[in-house]
């Protein structure tokens, strides 16, 4: 199982979160209750975070995993990315953010999603 990985730039504390290449449904949840209870384990509000979804599985059931996980994670973090959205991904979008209350930054990098976080960072602080 991967673990959280902490990625320190610009002064500045990331939790990456990487699903890539994920192909079951299994593996997904498995991964999902392994950084669900990281983000719950820390203060309210904390963590900034980098969400790698590239080549994962997905469908509709794996939507409504992630809309439950993101919700249940929601008051732990304070900024949010996510790289490898594609098709299907993209499409249920939308609905997620209106339904978690989520705003995450699509990105089509990691280097960019980082560059991101450090700039929502500055504007927040």
């Known amino acids: 199982m991967r673990q959280p990985e902490l990625i ?3 002064g500045l504390t990331i939790v990456y979160l990487d699903f890539s290449g994920l192909k ?3 593996e997904i949840i498995q991964q999902i209750n392994v950084f669900g209870r990281y983000i719950k384990s820390q203060p309210l509000k904390s963590l900034v975070t980098l969400t790698n979804l590239e ?4 469908n509709t059931e794996i939507y409504n995993l992630f809309v439950k996980y993101v919700k249940e994670n929601n008051p732990h ?3 949010s990315a996510v790289v ?6 993209q499409i249920f979008y939308k609905g997620f953010i209106a ?3 989520r705003n995450v ?3 089509n990098t990691k280097n960019e ?3 991101a976080l450090l700039q929502q960072e500055t504007v927040t602080v």
Do not use: H, Q, S, W
């Open 8 to 10: 320190r730039e610009g």
């Open 24 to 26: 079951n449904k299994d």
């Open 55 to 58: 080549n994962m599985y997905f």
């Open 77 to 79: 973090v304070k900024a």
């Open 84 to 89: 490898g959205m594609k098709g299907l991904m």
């Open 99 to 101: 339904i978690t209350g």
């Open 105 to 107: 930054k699509v990105c």
């Open 113 to 115: 999603a980082i560059n």
